[in-house]
């Protein structure tokens, strides 16, 4: 071997050394760190959580008993459930909801109307409907103290918004979810009123905890449809300051009758928030309304017509939208939403990811003409 | 192209009740069972880069069918992603918690092989056609795995939990069916020889690696093992035994993907994993609940 062979190979060997105690510092302290050698891990580990973020069927679903069940109303029980062992539940806020999975497996979404602040038990009031399909007759026939039954949730599509002073309007049973948002306001002193409709006055529920909240200062107008007909509703809505959030729940006649009267420039500051209240299968989809998707990042606004979906519109000016199942499942077309108010009728996103994305395939803007705009 | 069995590709529902599964859900052989369970730690975070990557290389396909299939399979990618993310939680429960091996392979796909700092223009470019190749690489291996899985009687005469056989049957099946996709968006991309031999290279030593630390992993925190081991050995005698792949059959599988003329059409069959697609429960709303059968199945594994 000749002397510069070895100084060639003397330098390789220094090279080789130093670049792997390079690496060594560079790495070290990482891998050290990690519970497994010798790769780093992720600060915070995504696998393994896509099923406890999602909120579609089945996810959040558990057992929980009847645990007291008395009459409120004319036709309306009340139902306290809780787990089994008597462990604490979820946490939830006003205007959530809970899917009983009633014994005959139909699947029925009730507002909670308890006190979020009481740990071990939730409680929904369910009202006796002439036209059940069985729900609510379910629940009145099978589900005495003692019974148990699987639950999902709670979810929340109805919250509480943030305003300097609210009306809430309801239409009969409508009152569950509106009555611990009612409870919130008035811990906080919040100027409120209610105007609560139904068919006669033994038919409404929970009216001397209401008078109770009232506090004889008429912040509550109670309209049994046997002595006073239909509730003055512009009324109620002229009598608010500009700035306040209008809250409603009831039936599709009374939201459809509030959402005209909030139409255009009579919008309410503090927005209009609905719950629909149906005796339709919890996923079963509204009306489709016709509206506009506002491209932000490519400064477009395309109309989407009532019989189509965001996502044919969009990929009709952008090709390269990616998408899958169009059915909500898959997840391929989440869109980042800048603004507007989404109907989400998708079944995967949970709802902190609802707050700021859609699926393009199948949720819509909530109400007619209603713009979304949209990160793309 | 020699793709003859072109299908219309789509995302599935499926449905996967995982309550009745036990821990060794091949009874008696904790060692196929962990070695086949590694899919379940690589396949969320590595599918959901699959995803990632792909919808970057959409504007980039001029071929209108090809971007049907491409937008096909993220579908079917970003679905499988998910079924495989649910099972870890039933791991932990059962005892074995994934989450220490799981978050690094989370890095290893979300940083190592993400979107790096690269100037725009040609070191972005490069760097996202290494990734497609990659996919390639690794879509090939997916392919022959799923193909062995739809073929793997003896997983059904050693009584394997039948919800999860259908997991991966139903896996197996989709990535049947989309075979060609990777391969040909390659080669409508970049498609170089040279890129197609160092990208399988990377692959097949990546997916060895973190296989065999995922399967010892597995042994030595299963909390029934007293001293859990995964050996080579056990590994070639599961491949004689029809529970695993043989050892022969993967090393058949590299001059095939390393041939100058190699398609993905021209192995597995596309009827085949249609016909299982169509017969599948949990592809086809009817999630076992895991009956009496599988509860007895497990008694002697685990509990």
Known sequence: MTRADTARTAAVLALTAGTALLAKRAMGRRIERSPLWPMPALDRPVSGTMGLRRTGPDRSERTVRVTGRHAVADRVVQLRLGAPDGAALPDWEPGAHLDLVLPSGLVRQYSLCGDPAEADTWTVAVRLTDDSRGGSRAVHEQLHEGAELRVRGPRNRFPLAEAPAYLFLAGGIGITPLLPMIRAVAAANAPWRLVLGGRTRASMPFLDELAALDGGQGRVTLVPQDEAGHPDLAGALAGMPPEAAVHCCGPAPLLDAVTALCEGERAPGGGLHLERFTAQPPDAAGPNHPFEVELRRSGRTLAVPADSTALATVRAACPDTAYSCEQGFCGTCRTRVLQGPVEHRDELLSDAERDAHMLLCVSRARGAGQRLVLDL | ?303
């Open chain 2, 1 to 303: 192209m020699s793709n003859t069995e072109r299908t219309e590709l789509k995302a599935r529902r499926v449905a996967f009740d995982w309550s009745a599964t036990p821990l060794h859900w091949l009874p008696g052989d904790p060692a196929t069972t962990h070695t086949i369970n590694v899919l379940h730690l690589l396949l969320p975070a590595g599918e959901r880069w699959f995803v990632h990557v792909y919808k970057q290389v959409l504007p980039q396909i001029r071929d209108p069918e090809l971007r049907k299939d491409v937008i096909g399979f993220i579908g079917q990618e970003a679905v499988h992603s998910q079924a495989h993310d649910d099972v870890l939680p039933h791991l932990a429960e059962l005892g074995l918690d994934p989450a220490p091996y799981t978050a690094q392979v989370d890095w290893f796909f979300e940083k190592l092989l993400g979107d790096r700092t690269l100037p725009p223009g040609r070191p972005r470019q490069w760097w996202l056609m290494e990734r497609v190749a990659l996919i390639a690489a690794i879509e090939h291996y997916t392919a022959f795995l799923g193909d062995w899985v739809l073929n793997a009687e003896a997983l059904d005469r050693r009584g394997a939990d039948p919800v999860m056989l259908d997991l991966l049957r139903w896996h197996g099946a989709e990535e049947v069916e989309h075979r060609s996709v990777a391969f040909d968006l390659f080669l409508h991309v970049d498609g170089g020889y040279r890129r197609r031999v160092r990208t399988w290279a990377l692959a097949f030593s990546a997916l060895v690696f973190l296989w065999q630390r995922g399967a010892r992993f597995f042994m030595e925190n299963d909390p029934t093992l007293v001293d859990g081991r995964a050996g080579f050995r056990a590994f070639l005698r599961a491949g004689r035994q029809g529970v695993l792949p043989s050892a022969g059959a993967m090393l058949r599988s590299v001059p095939t993907y390393l041939s100058r003329d190699y398609h993905p059409s021209q192995e597995c069959s596309t009827a085949q994993a249609v016909a299982y697609l169509n017969s599948s429960p949990g592809a086809n709303g009817r999630p076992q609940p895991g009956g009496p059968h599988t509860a007895a199945a497990s008694g002697g594994a685990l509990r």
